[in-house]
Nanobody, 115 residues
């Protein structure tokens, strides 16, 4: 099993910044990709960005140049630095770790951006 706990969400003003963290524990030996998704009310869950174990990142067009994913030295916990926030970034943000056994999700953290 893999346990993921997100933190760092909250309320920000448009143009502001927030940093999300995803702490991982459990059996982490076969992680191949880690990432962040988000889901706004009434919308499907969408990819924000992800990072491979070799450090290659990939971002949704809507966040390119504003958001950045990084990881810790153990390559098991990840972060999402969100800058120049927009009201449309309001959503529940989920951390996901993909392993050979399947995908593991965190419980989500709410991000609300006011205009």
């Amino acid at each position: 099993q893999v346990q993921l706990v997100e933190s760092g969400g909250g309320l920000a003003q448009a143009g502001g910044s927030l940093r999300l963290s995803c702490a991982a524990s459990g059996n982490l030996f076969d992680i191949n990709r880690m990432g962040w998704y988000r889901q706004a009310p009434g919308n499907q869950r969408e990819l924000v960005g992800d990072i491979t174990m070799t450090g290659i990142t990939n971002y949704a067009d809507s966040v390119k140049g504003r958001f950045a994913i990084s990881r810790d030295n153990t390559k098991t916990s990840i972060y999402l630095q969100m800058n120049s926030l927009k009201p449309e970034d309001t959503a529940v943000y989920y951390c996901v770790h993909n392993t050979a056994r399947g995908a593991y999700w965190g419980q989500g953290t709410q991000v609300t951006v006011s205009s």
